[in-house]
């Protein structure tokens, strides 16, 4: 096998499949990358048996053939050789010369035969997305999963289509992370579990472009991206996702309208004088016309006012200042609006289309 790629395309596509290549395991042939010319066109391959990519590398087919390289130091070599053209080539035992300008790296490789291609996907139910929007939909719910845990449940996201509306969830038993978007084109109903892992990986390669697309494939097992010339195909998480909408209530006895800005700073001031790994919450006091934050730990304390609007009752609750940021920096809007019921009942913020909803449980505190 001979091929001939520029640097930047040899590195975005290293890149990209790198994503699904695992840090550990004891399949060595996983630890690679799959570089196959056998065909046409030049594809690179990272799989980790749950979550596979695959994508076309621009490059000059000089002789075809595959082999399976070790990802880590591929990725390594490739990233620090110089802006120039690179070649690779592979030898009857799968040794990879790799030369570009004076430098020769010659590294030894695999069959590519060992290889394990991705699964064969039937495109059968589907939904059409640009990728800007896919990627702002993921980012502003993955931050409520939990990233281990003993009920794989909470550590995927709820993926589910119906009339056109794409509601993705994600919970991890402190919090919940709703948002609902307006599909157009073609949108089968479904309602499957993606893995958390899965979806952080593929917002890291998806465009910013909101005119590029990515159609995405439902089956019960799988989930199928389609972008660029990319493809990512995953694992779904098996079983019945929890019950959201008994969780959610449109009940209230406080209502604040508060400045998005404001409350993330004054929130943020807080911050410094919790130490890391203390769970010592910032205390809300909501009067009329007034949100007071309130923090009282070793460090020192701090006592700051927001003014707000106010409907219903005066409230003093507490909560952990991360969720309630991780929330509020997701959202667009300039204004917010919270709903609380009492210091024990979770909070909601949520705009009047209920294109996001934030659930956040309080924390118990002394006044």
């Known amino acids: 096998m001979k091929l001939v790629f520029s640097k930047s395309d040899l590195n975005k596509a290293v890149g990209i499949v790198m994503k699904a290549v695992p840090t550990r395991t004891t399949m060595n042939i996983l630890e690679c990358i799959l570089i196959d010319a056998t065909t046409n066109v030049i594809k690179f391959t990272g799989n980790d048996m749950e979550l596979g990519i695959e994508t076309i590398v621009e490059g000059e087919i000089i002789e075809k053939g595959k082999v399976a390289i070790d990802a880590k130091l591929f990725s390594e070599i490739v990233r620090k050789l110089p802006d120039s053209e690179i070649t690779i080539t592979t030898d009857a035992n799968y040794t990879s010369l790799i030369t570009c300008e004076k430098s020769k790296f010659n590294i030894a490789g695999k069959s590519g035969d060992d290889f394990s291609y991705l699964p064969i996907i039937e495109k059968d139910k589907m939904i059409t997305i640009s990728q800007f929007n896919l990627r702002e939909v993921i980012n502003q719910t993955i931050f409520s999963t939990a990233p281990n845990d003993n009920n794989k449940m909470m550590t995927g996201e709820l993926f589910e289509v119906s009339d056109n509306v794409l509601k993705v969830v994600g919970l991890d038993g402190h919090r919940i992370a709703i948002r609902n978007f307006n599909l157009e084109g073609r949108a089968d109903d479904v309602k499957v579990v993606v893995p958390g ?171």
């Open 197 to 367: 892992k899965t979806l952080q990986e593929i917002s890291k390669i998806l465009s910013t472009d909101a005119e590029n697309m990515v159609n995405v494939y439902f089956t019960n097992n799988h989930i199928l991206f389609e972008f660029d010339n990319t493809t990512v195909v995953s694992r779904l998480i098996e079983g019945e996702y929890f019950k959201i909408n008994q969780m959610l209530s449109s009940d209230y006895g406080t209502k604040v309208v508060i400045n998005k800005k404001e409350f993330i700073d004054s929130i943020d001031r807080a911050n410094l004088l919790i130490k890391e790994g203390e769970k010592k919450p910032i205390i809300i006091n909501i009067t009329d016309g007034s949100l007071e934050v309130n923090v009282n730990s070793a460090i020192g304390t701090l006592n700051e006012d927001i003014d707000i609007e106010k409907e219903g009752k005066d409230l003093m609750i507490g909560f952990n200042p991360k969720f309630l940021l991780d929330a509020l920096r997701v959202i667009d809007d300039e204004t917010v609006d919270i709903y609380l019921v009492n210091p024990k009942a979770p909070c909601f913020i949520r705009d009047k289309e209920q294109s996001y909803i934030y659930l956040i449980l309080p924390v118990n505190f002394t006044a």
